[in-house]
């Protein structure tokens, strides 16, 4: 089962003259409306003001405009799947093969889970505005420089040292993200397969990033 986020999304509205609405009830409100096939470059103020219970005019008290709450959400969701991923790794055991798998299966829990909060980087990296592609850049930024402190220290534990590290990770991050954003468009009966090829794929990198290293060893 996915992790809980941080965002609570309101069940019922009130009627837009008594609501006093905050900016994690606008956030809420633009993650109900996107999907699949709805990114938030497509929404507009009026239909998340709607949804939140609120009066267009009140929308203006938390935010500019739409673009600054896209790149607000964009923000929630890196750091929130940022604690649920780095969570699960420090779950996992010390081999790279664990935290791996691990990290790999807590992404596709993710990416089904409710939330949708994965579906936004995803999305708003590919077809949002140069903002909104800016914000995920950043998020992706952040996942790789986490990553890299792991696979340094997974290293140092079987006695190797990885060549490039920041490469490394960076591979691996837009590698994942790329099959993420695959998979959106994938039955969930394909989950397994792809959490399969991915950590292959992983392991490969990683295989591949210590070599150089045990050449210079010998």
Known sequence: MAAATVLSIPEDAQSPARRTVSREDLLAAALKLIGPHRSLSTLSLREVAREAGIAPNSFY?????????????????GR???TIIGEARQRATSSATSVVRVS?????????ADDKLLHVLLREGAVGSDDF???????????EEELQHDLVRLAALDGAVLHAPELVAKAITRLVFAM???AMDLPPE???ELVEQ???????IIVG???PAAFRRG
């Open 61 to 77: 008290r938390q935010f500019r405009d739409m673009d600054e709450l896209a790149v607000a959400l964009i923000d929630v969701a």
């Open 190 to 192: 394909k989950d397994p």
């Open 209 to 211: 990033a210590r070599t």
């Open 133 to 143: 592609k800016h914000a995920v850049e950043r998020e992706l930024h952040y996942f």
């Open 104 to 112: 790999v299966e807590t992404f596709m829990e993710q990416l089904r």
């Open 198 to 204: 991915i950590s292959t794929m992983i392991r490969m």
């Open 80 to 82: 929130s799947l940022r």
């Open 180 to 182: 993420g954003a695959t």
